[in-house]
């Protein structure tokens, strides 16, 4: 097996390095990003910079945040991220020593197996600290969470791990929070609830992803089901980012190939539509480029062979770099269908925006096109086309092509698979219209335009 990193460096180490070096994303070169242990040439033997970089045409129109500069527009935003990021092959042999001073009794949130959590179990014991496990079996409900909450009380634990996908991350996530905050659930609920800001900081957490597609390690918010409304609603404050995101691409290694498309095209998905979303900014920027790069010459080389370690570290840092620039843009109209169609129909997260990917990018470019055809938007879809097929002269829907090749090369399976009928297509996009994720699409859809993107989706 070929090695993904000789000695332990963080992720941001390697991002920076792979930004000064990426003639596609020199303009975020001056992050100040602090990198350690590895020499330049180490680091970018390891972590390589895309093979697919692409450089714009002269001839390309200004980008979005140009545009913007240009009409004299005041650019502001915010970023924040987990406090540690540590990426590496065998860093997960460092959760005792970075757990310990955190707490002393851990409550550990993972998914339906057990024995996935036995290394780390194993590893915390050896620290001398006590767990206690709580199983997530499927996506979590509010319900849940307030028994996890419940059995953490009792069981005294002052610090939360969550080790699994995206379910048993934002299941642990939303633990940690509840713990500090008292109260009915629906008082600090997106959509569905008062939507109340939290008052205290979570208790201490720590994310270790074992897919590579939510990028929850490193988000502000947890999903959460709500089978009553029949809805997926945000549990989301700057208080609930994990203290410490433990991102170990090995653990990804035995993911089936259908887990590794979804999650994958999932990952994809959140580092394209932050950069097209109308709260894009420089810092999402760099890390959207980086992320389309890196699933764009990875994705499908995992899929046809999980045991390549090189693939599955770039679809780690995809993953990594769409839950960071999510945190810190919007998302668009995928996501924005994905919480009424995961809390009303039995299908995964990664499959909805698998699925509905290439149907929005298409339904927004012919929309941008029809109504808006001088929008800076365009030019962004433009720049994925770039990205994604490494063609400096592609034009938007070359991008959409590639995308709709990519998903039928990965045999992602249609909605009505999951019990999505046509009579169900009303309640869906009026629920989809009230999430928060289809504020940042790159325009306005009419109900027809949604419509008939769930209609292509069956």
Not at 188 to 193: A, F, H, Q
Not at 195 to 224: C, D, F, H, K, M
Not at 267 to 278: D, I, K, R
Not at 346 to 368: E, K, S, T
Request: contains cysteine.
């Amino acid at each position: 097996m070929c090695a993904i990193l000789s000695k332990r460096i963080d992720f941001l180490a390697a991002f920076a390095l792979s930004i000064s070096i990426s003639h596609c994303l020199m303009n975020a070169a001056k992050l100040a990003v602090s990198y350690r242990l590895q020499s330049v040439q180490k680091v970018a033997q390891i972590y390589p910079p895309p093979a697919l970089c692409y450089t714009p045409s002269p001839k390309s129109k200004p980008s979005l945040l140009e545009t913007q500069r240009h009409k004299g527009y005041v650019m502001k935003f915010e970023f924040a991220t987990a406090t540690r990021i540590i990426f590496g092959e065998g860093v997960l042999r460092e959760i005792g020593a970075l757990a310990a001073p955190l707490g002393r009794r851990a409550f550990v949130v993972g998914g339906s197996s057990r024995q996935r959590l036995t290394p780390l179990l194993t590893l915390l014991a050896a620290q001398g600290i006590e767990t206690v496990v709580f199983s997530v079996p499927g996506e979590p409900t509010i319900d849940l969470v307030l028994e996890g909450v419940q059995q953490a009380h009792a069981a005294n634990c002052d610090l939360v791990i969550g080790m699994g996908g995206g379910s048993a991350l934002d299941a642990g996530k939303a633990i940690a929070a509840l713990l500090t905050n008292p109260g009915d659930p629906l008082d600090y609920l997106e959509v569905i609830g008062r939507g109340q800001p939290l008052l205290t900081p979570s208790a201490p957490y720590i994310a270790i992803p074992t897919t590579a597609g939510t990028g929850a390690e490193v988000t502000r918010n947890a999903v959460l089901a709500a089978p009553t409304q029949q809805v997926k609603v945000s549990l989301r404050s700057p208080f609930m980012l994990p203290r410490i995101a433990l991102i170990d691409p090995v653990l990804t290694i035995d993911l089936p190939p259908a887990i590794t498309a979804s999650t994958g095209l999932d990952a994809l998905t959140q580092c394209l539509e932050p950069y097209v979303s109308n709260q894009a900014n420089p810092l999402t920027d760099a890390l959207c480029r980086e992320g389309m790069q890196r699933a764009a010459r990875s994705l499908r080389r995992t899929f046809e062979d999980g045991g390549d370690t090189t693939a599955r570290a770039d679809m780690a840092i995809a993953s990594l770099c769409g839950g960071l620039a999510l945190a810190n843009a919007k998302l668009g109209a995928v996501h924005g269908f994905a919480a009424p169609l995961g809390g009303m129909f039995p299908a995964p997260h990664g499959v909805i925006c698998a699925r509905l990917l290439p149907l929005v990018m298409a339904a927004n470019v012919r929309a941008l096109q029809e109504r808006s055809p001088t929008s800076p938007m365009l030019a962004r879809y433009a720049e994925v086309a770039q990205i994604l097929t490494g063609d400096a002269a592609a034009e938007a829907n070359a991008g959409v092509r590639w995308v709709q090749a990519l998903c039928a090369a990965l045999a992602i399976p249609p909605l009505a698979n999951f019990g999505v009928t046509e009579a169900d297509m009303s309640a869906v996009v009026a629920k989809a219209q009230k999430a928060s994720s289809m504020q940042g699409n790159s325009l306005v859809l009419t109900s027809e335009e949604l419509t008939q993107i769930l209609h292509q989706a069956l």
